[in-house]
């Protein structure tokens, strides 16, 4: 069965900072894979999305993240943090052909100082 | 504008009694999902349905129920058949395929 890890439970950055938050997955086949943010109390924000093609995918408020599939990795990446980012952000993964069924990591909570 | 609304927002509920939380979708799409959501276990799927009138279990479905009568309504029943169903329930639709899911606010489920 596929898995997706998140290996950081919380990170920490300063208002300005790079961030990268590490997604990897464990997949026979060809995944697709996402990146959601949620703030608290709300509902899930898709940030963005690969299916397949180049490797390095922008999203939505300057987030980017770049598919390595030698890795088996997916990580998150946004080069200066602002402190509105702070939220819980989730690496998902599916399979092409698999009904549109996600494996969510358990999620990433960050922290912005200022 | 289109989206998706969960009711209520938060729930309260009695030992050994069933309540249904609602989900609405007007964006057309074909597929939705139930998710429940703990801290520290990320999201589980509880139900799925691809399609009016079919619906499939996801990992978690024991003390759940979930009818798809209509395209853009998909509730869900929490059972007393459930012994934990404290936690934050998210439901969410898609088009279908490889495409994403859109995920409505939620809804706060508790026991008094």
């Known amino acids: 069965a596929q898995s997706v890890t998140q290996p950081d439970i919380h990170i920490t950055v300063s208002e300005g900072a790079s961030l990268e938050l590490r997604c990897n997955y464990s997949y026979g086949a060809t995944p697709y894979l996402f990146w959601y943010v949620q703030s608290p109390g709300q509902g899930l924000q898709l940030l963005l999305k690969y299916f397949s093609g180049d490797t390095l995918v922008q999203g939505i408020k300057g987030f980017e993240a770049e598919f390595k599939r030698s890795q088996s990795s997916f990580n998150l990446r946004k080069p200066s943090v602002h402190w509105s980012d702070a939220a819980e952000y989730f690496c998902?993964?599916?399979?092409?052909?698999?009904?549109?069924?996600?494996?969510f990591g358990t999620g990433t909570q960050l922290k912005v100082e200022l | 504008d289109g989206g998706i609304t969960q009711s209520p927002k938060y729930l309260f509920r009695k030992e050994g009694q069933n309540v249904t939380l609602s989900c609405e979708q007007n964006?057309?799409?074909?597929?939705m999902y139930w998710y429940r959501q703990d801290p520290g276990q990320g999201l589980r799927l509880i139900y799925y349905s691809q399609i009016v009138n079919d619906f499939q279990k996801g990992d978690i479905a024991e003390g759940y129920s979930v009818s798809r009568e209509k395209k853009e309504s998909f509730p869900l029943t929490v059972t007393s058949a459930q012994k934990n169903p404290t936690a934050f329930y998210l439901c969410a639709s898609s088009i279908g395929g490889d495409q994403p899911q859109h995920f409505g606010d939620g809804t706060r489920l508790s026991i008094l």
């Open positions: 998902a993964v599916g399979l092409t052909g698999g009904g549109n069924k996600l494996t």
């Open positions: 964006l057309n799409h074909d597929a």
